[in-house]
């Protein structure tokens, strides 16, 4: 397809979404730019941890996770991918390569620009012991050949964060980039906390940056789109502490000051 008529459909548009999502399954290996989980190693070098875990969830599936048990000494984890059933479920993606094997016509899904699709984000203990987590969530564009750019804003890639229910926003140590959160309640062993995301969609004014170029004779004008051909990116990191001295812990791991109520919830200074 010609590069300069990316933006000109939704299908085009919908090769974008392809583009970022491959860009994350890619990056499992390298460990770098897919969705992680992961334990404190700072606060974990001062006490030794036993059965303590976390587990990213997304749209209620397990995404990433990193466990440890203290039996055997060993971490349990897997890094997932997010975004992979953004335009469809796992069942039809099923049905269109079922169809393709038998040379049927298939009409690849398309990403509509503005609209919100689900992306529901929360944590799970999977550990043995009581926790306190934080997330920092990670919005990006990169460019045709993978590097990261500086120039187009992390706000075109709309997250609808939900804060009305025991999550806060750290807002001095978040970026346009990058978003922390912490919950504020205690997170007991097996429970889930509630969303921190629900929704997400590109800004449509993605679309409308172009440049336009008059030849020397003035009879053709040739139209380029700004952000053809550019990939956004969507990570997220998940921090757990144990409860034991929970204020030294976060202030030795986050590097933040907690005050911690009679109920167990806590209020970040």
Not at 51 to 80: F, P, Q
Not at 132 to 144: A, Q
Not at 178 to 193: F, Q
Not at 214 to 224: A, L
Request: hydrophobic letters at 35%; charged letters at 30%; zero cysteines.
């Amino acid at each position: 397809m010609n590069k300069k008529s990316k933006f000109r459909s939704q299908m085009t548009t919908g090769i974008l979404l392809v583009a970022a999502v491959l860009l994350l399954m890619g990056s499992v290996a390298g460990g770098s730019q897919a969705a992680l989980t992961y334990f404190s190693e700072t606060y974990k070098a001062r006490i030794l941890i036993y059965d303590i875990g976390v587990t990213l969830v997304e749209n209620e599936k397990d995404i990433s996770w990193r466990d440890y048990t203290g039996a055997d000494d060993k971490w349990d984890e897997h890094t997932g991918v997010l975004l992979e059933y953004m335009l469809e479920t796992e069942e039809e993606r099923e049905a269109r390569a079922a169809a393709r094997a038998k040379d049927e016509k298939v009409t690849e899904p398309e990403l509509i620009l503005g609209k919100a699709y689900k992306e529901e984000l929360t944590v799970r203990n999977s550990g043995n012991i009581d926790q306190y987590v934080r997330v920092m969530v990670y919005r990006y564009w990169n460019d045709e050949e993978g590097n990261k750019l500086t120039d187009v804003s992390p706000s075109l890639i709309k997250l609808n964060f939900l804060t009305d229910n025991g999550w806060i926003i750290d807002e001095e140590a978040s970026t346009q980039e990058r978003t922390v959160l912490y919950y504020t309640k205690m997170l007991k062993v097996g429970e889930t906390a509630p969303l921190f995301t629900d929704t997400i969609s590109i800004d449509p004014s993605v679309a409308k940056k172009v440049t336009q170029i008059t030849s020397v004779d003035g009879n053709v004008i040739t139209t380029t789109y700004d952000y053809d051909g550019l990939e956004f990116v969507l990570e997220a990191e998940v921090d757990a502490v144990q409860t034991h001295n929970v204020k030294d812990a976060i202030k030795s791991a986050w590097g933040v000051d907690v005050k911690l109520e009679k109920d167990g919830t806590l209020s970040y200074k």
